[in-house]
């Protein structure tokens, strides 16, 4: 199983980056993807989630309205679209999978990917 995670790096305040997960050796299709942040000495904090069929999405409060997840079945992948991004969004951002994008907003998480850092200057 292996869910690889790419697109993360340094920007300003009100900039945008765009995340990328590739997932494979599981089922992927059938999973809900999803991502999942952790700030340094904070626990890990859903963030946003797409459901199997890719045409429900669910976001934590924080994120609402500037990111937008989608995935690419074609391409057994996962997108996070981040817009107007704030200091607080600086964070490792990993890819995950679970059954349900509810399991994944629940953090009970099948798989995971590796991190990827995101930092945004004030």
């Known amino acids: 199983v292996q869910l690889q995670a790419s697109g993360g790096g340094l920007v300003q305040t009100g900039g945008s980056l765009r995340l990328s997960c590739s997932a494979s050796g599981f089922a992927v299709s059938s999973y809900s993807l999803g991502w999942v942040r952790q700030s340094p000495g904070m626990e890990r904090e859903f963030v946003a989630a797409s459901s199997w069929s890719g045409t429900n999405a669910y976001y934590s409060d924080s994120v609402k309205g500037r990111f937008t997840v989608s995935r690419d079945h074609a391409r057994s992948s996962v997108y996070l679209q981040m817009n107007n991004l704030k200091p607080e969004d600086t964070a490792v951002y990993y890819c995950?999978?679970?059954?349900?994008?509810?399991?994944?907003?629940?953090?009970?998480?099948?798989?995971w990917g590796q991190g990827t850092q995101v930092t945004v200057s004030s």
């Open positions: 995950a999978a679970s059954q349900t994008r509810d399991l994944l907003r629940l953090l009970k998480v099948e798989f």
